[in-house]
Each structure stands twice: as C-alpha cells, then as structure tokens.
T-cell receptor, first 113, second 112 residues
Framework: ETGVTQSPTHLIKTRGQQVTLRCSSQSGHNTVSWYQQALGQGPQFIFQYYREEENGRGNFPPRFSGLQFPNYSSELNVNALELDDSALYLC????????????FGPGTRLTVL | GQQLNQSPQSMFIQEGEDVSMNCTSSSIFNTWLWYKQDPGEGPVLLIALYKAGELTSNGRLTAQFGITRKDSFLNISASIPSDVGIYFCAGQLAGSARQLTFGSGTQLTVLP
C-alpha cells in the first residue's frame, strides 16, 4: 500500500508569484484535504476534494484554489503569494464516508520572500 | 469557528514516566483523532476514536473519546526517547466536508 506523497519537498518563491503543490493520495482513497500549518501552530483546513469536486472550504481567500484528477491526485494552487503564505502545506487522503480518517503526507515547505 | 483547547502546551518528563494530555472543545465532535508530528514531517495518525466513551489503545498509547463528545485525552505509559515530538488532537464534525479542527499541540520532551 502506497502512502500519501507530496511534491516538491521545499519551495522558495517571491511575493506576487504563483505556486502549484502536488499530492498523490493513498491507494484506494478518493478524498483529498489540504491544510496550511504555520510555524508553531496546528494545521488549518484549506479545502477538501471528493471525486474531483470541491467538498468544503475553510477560511482561505479565493487565490487558494485546487484540483483533483480522475486518479484522485490533487493540486493546490496559490496565486499572488504573500509573505504570510510561508508555511508547511499538508495533504491528507481518506476514504470518505462516515469514518473519514485522514492520513497525511510529509508536506511541502513553502517560503515566500 | 470551532476551537480546540489542548493542554499542556509543553511537557518535560523523565524516561519511564507516564504522560497525559487532553483536548476540550465548545463544539460536539463525531470523531476524535490523535496525531504525532516530528520536525519537518507530516502528522502521523496514532489513534482514531469514533464513539462517545470509546477507550482505545495502541501499544503504550491509550486515548478516550469523552462522554460529552466535547473532549478527549491521550495517555502515554512508560515513555521512551522516541516519544519526543508534538502531539496534536483533532476533532471532526459530521457533514459533507469532514474537515479536521486541530488543537495547538503538546510538545513532549523525554529526558534520559
């Protein structure tokens, strides 16, 4: 069984640029959730995708967008990067349903200069 | 929005000691999860709880889903050096987006 993988591991961007982060879900999982984790804090929910449709969104502006593909992999796109976007971005996959236990990938560390 | 109050914020214990940490919420959750996160890594699931009153063990770890569905605790018995890390509780509401609401974490340090 393959776990959740994310790429790239680290990324450095400048303010105003755009970034795309990628996630491959665990085998058999059809739901992907994205979280932002600032230094010293718990992860904050960005949005969730279920079978290629957005299935819920946290308190993040529209410049945070995403996609889920037919193989259930996913992308997180962030436009017009701001310094406060510097964080660890985590992807979690799950089976969906009533017991939606989420399994996390290792994360992508984004630094905005 | 929902908030989880996790305590303590940090703990320094001697190897071999038992540890207890807990989370409380003003909201009712249908699922409680406990994760451990090492520096630069993603959270790793330790225990998942799905029913009020449920008590579940995973090796030296034991967690309980509070009867009110507003709290949960995690106990670690006979701590060892590899228990060092940040422990997060997370609650999950029923609904179309089963997003996780995380606590602020408990930083555990195990002294030899």
């Amino acid at each position: 069984e393959t776990g959740v993988t994310q790429s790239p591991t680290h990324l450095i961007k400048t303010r105003g640029q755009q970034v795309t982060l990628r996630c491959s879900s665990q085998s058999g999982h059809n739901t992907v959730s994205w979280y932002q984790q600032a230094l010293g804090q718990g992860p904050q929910f960005i949005f969730q995708y279920y079978r290629e449709e957005e299935n819920g969104r946290g308190n993040f502006p529209p410049r945070f967008s995403g996609l889920q593909f037919p193989n259930y992999s996913s992308e997180l796109n962030v436009n017009a990067l701001e310094l406060d976007d510097s964080a660890l971005y985590l992807c979690a996959s799950s089976l969906g349903g009533t017991t939606d236990t989420q399994y996390f990938g290792p994360g992508t560390r984004l630094t905005v200069l | 929005g929902q908030q989880l109050n996790q305590s303590p914020q940090s703990m320094f214990i001697q190897e071999g000691e038992d540890v207890s940490m807990n989370c409380t919420s003003s909201s009712i959750f249908n699922t409680w999860l406990w994760y451990k996160q090492d520096p630069g890594e993603g959270p790793v699931l330790l225990i998942a709880l799905y029913k009020a009153g449920e008590l579940t063990s995973n090796g030296r770890l034991t967690a309980q889903f509070g009867i009110t569905r507003k709290d949960s605790f995690l106990n670690i018995s006979a701590s060892i050096p590899s228990d060092v890390g940040i422990y997060f509780c997370a609650g999950q509401l029923a609904g179309s987006a089963r997003q996780l609401t995380f606590g602020s974490g408990t930083q555990l340090t195990v002294l030899p």
